[in-house]
């Protein structure tokens, strides 16, 4: 697959479609995460004829580009607590792992109902919670943080691995709502534990060749030009630019698993 092939088969504004859209991700994905809401649907739509696994790879490639990119920017203005960092990083990759495996005796599509009421609590009381994540709320003891942030990465890395969409917005919500976490805090560790878990998935599809590699330059460039300007607005703006951008994902989370359970047939 070459990009004679991508421009034969669908176009010059189909390459442009791709373009746009990656570096949308890469801004949203650096504020607040759910990036993948927007890249990888724009890859299936625009190239119906690839297959999957090779779109599933061309998409993390861009992903994990952005996101590192992103990390770096937070980490030179966040502290982090490296030994948290490090605990719950190792739960969400094994977690993430074990995901991947459950998924083949498990539908998927069953679980959607489920995930759809969990979406609309979300927002639904972040929405009403107008002080949610402007600041740190607790001021929990190292081993609870330990404790509870293992949970966290245990339960979205599970998630991440077994379906996907959203790990990011569903990692900052965790630590804004369990550790007491303010959005911006939050947004910066959501984005290395991403990265965790995109490295992971990605070396399955790299050692599968499901990869589009000169396609995954030019996303990974986008994505990393969107990720700049998120990361820097998110930083200047604050909680509150954060928090609305957080709002604005859960609720396309919302319509996208709507439109499945009710909509499409």
């Avoid at 490639?61 to 719950?88: D, E, M, P």
């Avoid at 919670?129 to 709320?137: E, R």
């Avoid at 790990?167 to 804004?176: A, D, E, K, N, R």
Wanted: aromatic letters at 14%.
């Amino acid at each position: 697959m070459d990009f004679a092939y991508v421009i034969s088969d669908y176009g010059w504004i189909a390459l442009a479609s791709i373009i746009l859209f990656s570096f949308l991700a890469g801004f949203i994905d650096a504020v607040v995460g759910g990036g993948g809401l927007i890249q990888l649907p724009a890859l299936l739509i625009t190239l119906p004829g690839t297959p999957l696994p090779t779109l599933f790879g061309t998409n993390k490639i861009a992903a994990l580009a952005g996101t590192s990119v992103s990390a770096i920017q937070y980490s030179s203005r966040i502290k982090f607590n490296v030994s948290l960092l490090i605990i719950i990083s190792i739960c969400t990759g094994c977690a993430s792992y074990m995901g991947a495996k459950a998924m083949s005796y498990v539908n998927v599509n069953t679980l959607k109902p489920t995930i759809l009421i969990v979406l609309i609590a979300i927002a639904t009381y972040t929405f009403l919670k107008k002080d949610l994540g402007s600041f740190k709320t607790k001021s929990l003891s190292i081993t609870r943080q330990l404790i509870y942030g293992s949970l966290i990465g245990l339960i979205v890395g599970f998630y991440d691995g077994f379906f996907g969409p959203g790990t990011g917005s569903f990692f900052v919500l965790g630590f804004v709502v369990v550790l007491g976490y303010d959005f911006l805090h939050a947004s910066a560790y959501a984005k290395i534990l991403n990265c965790m878990t995109n490295i992971s998935a990605l070396v399955v599809f790299i050692r599968q060749g499901n990869y589009f590699l000169e396609l995954a330059i030019i996303m990974a460039v986008c994505n990393i030009t969107g990720s700049l300007i998120g990361t820097k607005m998110a930083l200047k703006k604050g909680n509150e630019f954060v928090r609305t951008i957080f709002l604005l994902i859960v609720f396309l989370m919302i319509i996208r698993y709507g439109y499945d359970l009710y909509i499409k047939k």
